[in-house]
Structure formats: structure tokens, C-alpha cells
């Protein structure tokens, strides 16, 4: 699952609203009984109940959240502050997840928020086209995640890392030249790791390619983003059709095995997140081979 923390603000948000509550968007749909149902009981941030917000074929699914926890400044705070972020997220991905079960739509970013409902038609007017061509792009797919990581500290068991033994015994070893051997294998260890997590990324593409409709290569976790152990090499998203993801998770299953120092993620399926925006936009690449869903 992939978290965008840009605000899609209107232009005049920094003025103060006139009211005390915003609009805020989750995600766009068609205009259609499926749409009302997935929004019917779910609640959103601030503990908000969901409506749709139609103009022509297009609704938004949309809840109203306090202006001054979620206006220029508030949104900005909440962004800046991890905790808060976080919470965020897991709300709005809930929300976009649940309905996305129900019937297509297409998630916004993090933290779209406008002045108030006109607002939000007024933006389904000016974006229908992208929005209808949005849709079509994910009917029947979900998003599959692919993480490759390297850890040369991980434990070697039945394989080992190619190369000559050394030749003096430990025993015999001056503790100055014991070190250098250590710095050397420990160089080694690394360097084994990272090739052969990049070559398991590399292969894993390959594999699925005639399974998915396309791929976005999202920045490396690091930092506190990255909870695993190890060093994320790879951190792709797939597009994948709905009855390919058994055939995808078998065809990934196994890419690493026999390789010590490498680990292979998989997470989802989600709603098309990373996919939201044409290829164009959101680096994406596009893979011949799976069909029509």
C-alpha cells in the first residue's frame, strides 16, 4: 500500500471558510446504486459519516471534516507530525479500501480537501475525462506490492557465499590481521547480498510480466518509513487483474530461495492506489500480456 502526502487543495484555501466544516474527498466513482451502498455506514475521518457528491456520471465519495483541524495550516500540521499522519492514512485507506470491495473507484490522494461541496462538483466537472479514463485503467485490477530487501546479517544456513577459504588458521592470525579478515568477509557478505537482492528484483519483474498490466517503482523505505529489517534494494507496485493474483503470488513465491541475505515481501491486494494517475504521471510502465480483465 502506497501513502501520498500531497494536499489537493482548492486555490483559495487559504481563505477562511465560512463555515466550520470542509469537504473532504476520498475517492471518485460512477454514479450508481454500488456507489451510494459502499458509502452507506462508513465513516470517515473525524468520526464523519460518508455521502456521495455527484455532477453528471462522476461522484465523489466525500465526508466533512472541522475546518480547523483540516484547513491550510491544520492539514500541513498533521502532515509534518508522523503519529498524526499515520492515522490519517489509515482512515483514508479504509475508507477508499471498503469501497473499493463494493464497486470501482479511484482513490485521491492524501488529504484532498475543499471548501465545501460545490467545491468537489466543480472539480468532478473540470477532471471528468481523466477521472472516466481513471476508472477504466483499474476496472477489475488491484495493487500488489513488492518489496526486496537485503540483509547481509542474516543467517547463512544451508548456502554459503562463493569464494576461496582463507588460508591461515585463526589461531595463527595477529589480532590486527584477524580484523582485516573480519572487515573483508563482512565486505563480502554485503556485496554478496545486495547483487543477489538486486538480480531477485531484476527476476521478479520478469516473471510477472505477462501477468500484470503494469508497474510503478515507488522510493526506497529508509529511515523510519523502513520497519523491516534490512536494506529495502526494490519497492515496486503491480497492477494486477483480479484473476491473475493467485498466478502472480506463485510466480514471485520462491524468487529468493537459496539466497541468504535476501527476503522478498508481498503485500496487498489493495485498492489501485499507485495507479490512480495515468501512466504519464505516475512514472508508471505499461506491460503487454495480461488481457482484458
Known sequence: MTTDTHTATTPDMAVAPDTDTLSYVYAVGRVGPALDAAAEGLVGLADGPLRTVASGALAALVSSVPAEAYGEEGIRA?????????????????????????TTVLPLRLATVYLDDARVRSMLDERGGAFAEGLGRIEGQVELGVKVYADPQAPAGASRPTGPEPSD???????????????????????????????????????????????????LQQGELAAATGENIANDAYLVPVRNVAEFRQAVAGAAEGLPGVRVEVTGPWAPYSFATAPSEAGAEATAGAGEP
Open 169 to 219: 588458521p585463526p589461531r595463527s592470525l595477529s589480532p590486527g590481521r584477524a580484523y582485516l579478515r573480519q572487515r573483508r568477509e563482512q565486505r563480502r557478505r554485503h556485496q554478496d547480498a545486495y547483487r543477489a537482492a538486486g538480480a531477485v528484483a531484476a527476476g521478479i519483474r520478469d516473471r510477472v510480466a505477462g501477468i500484470v498490466r503494469a508497474r510503478v517503482a515507488h522510493r
Open 78 to 102: 498533521r502532515l509534518e507530525d508522523l503519529t498524526e499522519l499515520a492515522a490519517l492514512a489509515r482512515t483514508h485507506h479504509a475508507v477508499v479500501d471498503t469501497a473499493y470491495a463494493r
